[in-house]
């Protein structure tokens, strides 16, 4: 049982505050509260059984700056696809959501965004300190203090969006997005640089920021032109 807190409250600290809990918050203006906790559970679970059982394998297969780029990309696609609109609050008839894979697609993200993480590393540490004997136990407590930490992010979250102004909180979700999506990138081409081979960071880095910003500039363009054609 001392195993258990030890685990649960260490896994709860590291988390507090980190990029996940703030992604989650902006979550929470994309989907809905189900789909953002079944996701973000499935992808805790897997997460951690793979830092426990597995014990960083994954870095071992998958290269650092190729992690770095895939979270960078899946940043930014969701800063774009914010500022595109909410399409699951669209109501099909019956009440159905049109969009069907919502966990699925919150569960890639918080994946992504988690793979290689602080709290990652904490659970595989874990795991080889106290072996197989001790897997379960590491792997529940690892997974239920980061999800109690993460439940916090999502509730504000939902305070925040029954508070706040229509489009407010799609404001701050693209600005989380594309400030994690910019700075992940950044960090991916640094590793690309040193560990595959030499290229201009800055000027790459910059390209692809002018070339985000004409797409989501784009993409604002034609929604307002969208919306003015419903009136």
């Given amino acids: 049982m001392m195993l258990f807190f030890k685990v649960f409250f260490t896994e709860f600290i590291a988390e507090m505050g980190d990029k996940t809990q703030l992604?989650?918050?902006?979550?929470?203006?994309?989907?809905?509260?189900?789909?953002?906790?079944?996701?973000?559970?499935?992808?805790?679970?897997?997460l951690n059984g793979l830092a426990v059982l597995a014990g960083g394998l994954v870095s071992e297969f998958i290269p650092d700056w190729l992690i770095?780029?895939?979270?960078?990309?899946?940043?930014?696609?969701?800063?774009a696809?914010?500022?595109?609109?909410?399409?699951?609050?669209?109501?099909?008839?019956?009440?159905?959501?049109?969009?069907?894979?919502?966990?699925?697609?919150?569960?890639?993200?918080f994946f992504v965004a988690e793979l290689g993480d602080k709290?990652?590393?904490?659970?595989?540490?874990?795991?080889?300190?106290?072996?197989?004997?001790?897997?379960?136990?590491?792997?529940?407590?690892?997974?239920?203090?980061?999800?109690?930490?993460?439940?916090?992010g999502m509730l504000v979250g939902y305070l925040l969006k029954s508070k706040t102004p229509d489009g407010l909180l799609n404001?701050?979700?693209?600005?989380?997005?594309?400030?994690?999506?910019?700075?992940?990138?950044?960090?991916g081409l640094n590793m690309m640089n040193a560990r595959v081979c030499p290229i201009p960071v800055w000027p790459v880095w910059i390209a692809a920021a002018v070339i985000f910003t004409a797409l989501c500039a784009w993409i604002y363009i034609k929604r307002k032109k969208e919306n003015k054609c419903d009136i």
């Fill in 23 to 46: 992604m989650l918050i902006a979550l929470t203006s994309k989907y809905k509260l189900r789909d953002i906790i079944l996701g973000t559970a499935a992808a805790i679970l897997v």
């Fill in 68 to 79: 770095k780029m895939i979270a960078a990309l899946a940043f930014l696609y969701f800063a």
């Fill in 81 to 109: 696809s914010t500022l595109a609109g909410d399409d699951d609050e669209e109501e099909e008839e019956g009440g159905k959501s049109k969009i069907q894979f919502a966990p699925l697609a919150v569960f890639w993200t």
């Fill in 119 to 152: 709290t990652q590393l904490t659970a595989i540490t874990f795991g080889a300190n106290e072996g197989m004997k001790s897997a379960f136990v590491v792997w529940i407590g690892c997974s239920l203090g980061l999800f109690a930490a993460d439940i916090l």
């Fill in 171 to 187: 404001t701050l979700a693209f600005v989380i997005f594309s400030i994690f999506g910019a700075f992940t990138l950044h960090q």
